[in-house]
């Protein structure tokens, strides 16, 4: 069998595609905003927030979950989520390298 082509890149460029491909979809980003701004939450809290049914809620929280994003503990039967910082972490230090080098940059380019 030969190399995926994802062989042909760093761990962390991977892990970094991961993030993204995570954040590629604008429920995903709403979940995020949603539980920055309420630390944590039941999984029907989202649900009553967003204009999605409960299985398309529920697909979406397992995305970001499983790239890192957010983590879930069992609290009864319901599953309370929260932002895993860790995995936003990732994504800051992506973005701040991305930043110091544009400060540092003296010459325009295009």
């Known amino acids: 069998m030969g190399a995926t082509k994802t062989d042909h890149f760093t761990e962390s460029q991977n892990e970094l595609a991961v993030l993204a491909k995570a954040l590629g979809h604008p429920a995903r980003i709403a979940i995020m905003e949603y539980l920055l701004k309420v630390d944590a939450c039941i999984c029907g809290d989202i649900v009553n927030e967003l204009p999605l049914s409960q299985p398309t809620v529920s697909q979406h929280l397992k995305e970001l979950k499983n790239a890192g994003l957010i983590k879930g503990s069992i ?8 932002i895993n910082e860790p995995g936003l972490e990732k994504i800051k230090g992506f973005f701040q390298h991305i930043s110091d080098h544009l400060a540092k940059k003296r010459s325009e380019c295009c």
């Open 75 to 82: 609290e009864g039967n319901s599953i309370c989520y929260c």
